[in-house]
């Protein structure tokens, strides 16, 4: 979602499906530090499926569940280096 610089997405329903990679929080800029910070919203009835969820690749992810079901069907990477950031939160009883 976010490579470089600042990004929210707030799903609030609906179904958002990503083939591939969801980044949050993903690049390293020219001098080596993480430069990236996404955020990802998800309340409601909302339904997020990705193959592979990347919360803090280099830079800073955040993801945030109040309601909906998230799905990861491959790999869920939490921090992938040490220059990451993770923040996550979920209500008791919802589905990631």
Request: hydrophobic share 25%.
């Amino acid at each position: 979602m976010v490579r470089s610089g600042t990004g929210v997405f707030n799903q609030t329903g609906g179904i958002h499906t990503v083939n591939t990679n969801l980044i949050l929080g993903g690049n390293l800029g020219t001098t080596g530090a993480p430069n990236g910070t996404g955020t990802y919203n998800l309340s409601g009835t909302g339904i997020l499926s990705a193959n592979n969820q990347y919360i803090g690749q280099y830079g800073t992810g955040t993801f945030n569940q109040s309601g909906g079901t998230n799905t990861v069907t491959t790999n869920l990477n939490l921090g992938q280096t040490q220059a990451a950031l993770v923040h996550t939160t979920s209500q008791a009883g919802r589905s990631m």
